[in-house]
């Protein structure tokens, strides 16, 4: 039973039920899951298949805090994730550092790199469209210094990873639930930030620049702190799925590879909802992994389904199932009259 101004037992300060309804999606995802690996019998290739899910997943969570929450269009994801990865393979491999250093380094790269962008932006008053080609040109000269850099970063046949080898980081099983961990807690700070005065911020931000800025929220160092957080998220991802995968390349983190499925996956499961990400990189991963005995075929299907999913849902899975379910209970109530 609770004491007075909402102390638990021992005097510890008990949440508000509110907090905890605010997580309960979170939870379910991760419970979910969480299962799908013991429904499936561990199977080497679903597995794999899921690391891939959860990685593209995390990555959209990541690039929904900067776009969704301050409309900042980076469309340099592959490159502020593989800039971390590189970091942190080149930093093993050359000197011989622990994955449990050479990871957080990356990230640090990365959070530098999209603190930096999002301070160009701030400083040079850059809308959306420019702020997205400025960040599609760091992109491609992120790509051009991997290709150019050969004795550094090995060019386009990349790098083997030296540490992690043998170890459970390889282990499919342990990888999974590695990126699913990763996954929940993107989810929890994007929920945190979200339900904290910085999410205010944000929320304003998006809504009307001009409006926020006369309301009292710092315009430049919301956005930075979104550049900041989102980056590091994206770095944390790359830099593990490097040393899960023991082999980095331009490839890996390409802007096809990685920009154009999370924009697809994002856009699908609804951009600036909690659960968008990760609905979106289910039903996309699902839809192409139906597809794949078609064969030549496949593409010009998938894009086709894509599409009237799309049509069907122009505001994202997620809200348009919530505006279904509220138009159902709607007409389930009581009748007034």
Same mark, same amino acid.
């Not at 101004?5 to 510890?12: D, H, M, R």
């Not at 962008?117 to 000269?141: H, N, P, Q």
């Given at each position: 039973?609770?004491? &007075?101004?909402?102390?638990?037992?021992?005097?510890?300060?008990?949440?508000?039920?509110?907090?905890?309804?605010?997580?309960?999606?979170?939870?379910?995802?991760?419970?979910?899951?969480?299962? *799908?690996?013991?429904?499936? +019998?561990?199977?080497?290739?679903?597995?794999?298949?899921?690391? !891939?899910?959860?990685?593209?997943?995390?990555?959209?969570? =990541?690039?929904?805090?900067?776009?969704?929450? $301050?409309?900042?269009?980076?469309?340099?994801?592959?490159?502020? =994730?593989?800039a971390a990865a590189y970091c942190s393979v080149i930093?093993?491999?050359? /000197?011989?550092?622990?994955?449990?250093?050479?990871?957080?380094?990356?990230?640090?790269?990365?959070?530098?790199?999209?603190?930096?962008?999002?301070?160009?932006?701030?400083?040079? @008053?850059?809308?959306?469209?420019?702020?997205?080609?400025?960040?599609?040109?760091?992109?491609?000269?992120? $790509?051009?210094?991997?290709?150019?850099?050969?004795?550094?970063?090995?060019?386009?046949?990349?790098?083997?990873?030296?540490?992690?080898?043998?170890?459970?980081?390889?282990?499919? #099983? #342990? #990888?999974?639930?590695?990126?699913?961990?990763?996954?929940? +807690? !993107?989810?929890?700070?994007?929920?945190?930030?979200?339900?904290? @005065?910085?999410?205010?911020?944000?929320?304003?931000?998006?809504?009307?620049?001009?409006?926020?800025?006369?309301?009292?929220?710092?315009?430049?160092?919301?956005?930075? $702190?979104?550049?900041?957080?989102?980056?590091?998220?994206?770095?944390? *991802?790359?830099?593990?799925? =490097?040393? !899960?995968?023991?082999?980095?390349?331009?490839?890996?983190?390409?802007?096809?590879?990685?920009?154009?499925?999370?924009?697809?996956?994002? =856009?699908?499961? +609804?951009?600036? $909802?909690?659960?968008?990400?990760?609905?979106?990189?289910?039903?996309?991963?699902?839809?192409?992994?139906?597809?794949? &005995?078609l064969g030549q075929l496949r593409l010009t299907v /998938?894009?086709? *389904?894509?599409?009237?999913?799309?049509?069907?849902?122009?505001?994202?899975?997620?809200?348009?199932?919530?505006?279904?379910?509220?138009?159902?209970?709607?007409?389930?109530?009581? @009748?007034?009259?």
């Amino acid at each position: 039973m609770s004491g &007075p101004l909402g102390l638990g037992p021992g005097g510890v300060v008990a949440p508000p039920a509110s907090s905890l309804r605010a997580y309960l999606p979170i939870v379910v995802a991760s419970v979910v899951l969480a299962l *799908v690996p013991l429904s499936l +019998g561990g199977s080497r290739y679903f597995l794999s298949l899921g690391v !891939h899910l959860l990685v593209v997943a995390s990555y959209a969570v =990541a690039f929904n805090l900067v776009f969704g929450s $301050t409309s900042q269009l980076f469309l340099c994801q592959g490159a502020l =994730a593989g800039a971390a990865a590189y970091c942190s393979v080149i930093l093993g491999n050359r /000197y011989g550092l622990p994955l449990w250093l050479t990871i957080p380094a990356g990230v640090g790269l990365a959070a530098l790199l999209g603190g930096g962008l999002s301070w160009v932006a701030v400083s040079r @008053r850059l809308e959306v469209i420019y702020l997205g080609i400025v960040t599609l040109a760091f992109s491609l000269v992120f $790509t051009n210094l991997l290709l150019g850099g050969r004795e550094l970063t090995g060019g386009e046949t990349g790098l083997v990873v030296d540490g992690g080898a043998g170890t459970w980081l390889r282990s499919p #099983a #342990a #990888a999974y639930y590695l990126f699913l961990a990763l996954l929940v +807690g !993107h989810l929890v700070v994007y929920r945190a930030i979200e339900r904290s @005065r910085l999410g205010w911020g944000f929320r304003a931000l998006r809504d009307d620049e001009v409006a926020a800025a006369l309301a009292g929220v710092d315009v430049a160092r919301a956005k930075v $702190t979104a550049g900041v957080v989102g980056a590091a998220m994206l770095g944390s *991802v790359g830099a593990t799925f =490097a040393a !899960h995968e023991g082999f980095v390349s331009p490839t890996t983190f390409a802007f096809g590879e990685v920009d154009v499925r999370v924009l697809v996956v994002l =856009a699908l499961g +609804g951009v600036g $909802t909690l659960l968008g990400p990760v609905v979106g990189a289910v039903v996309v991963t699902v839809v192409d992994e139906l597809l794949r &005995p078609l064969g030549q075929l496949r593409l010009t299907v /998938y894009g086709v *389904v894509l599409v009237v999913i799309f049509l069907g849902f122009r505001q994202g899975m997620v809200r348009s199932v919530r505006s279904l379910w509220m138009r159902a209970g709607t007409r389930a109530g009581p @009748r007034t009259d």
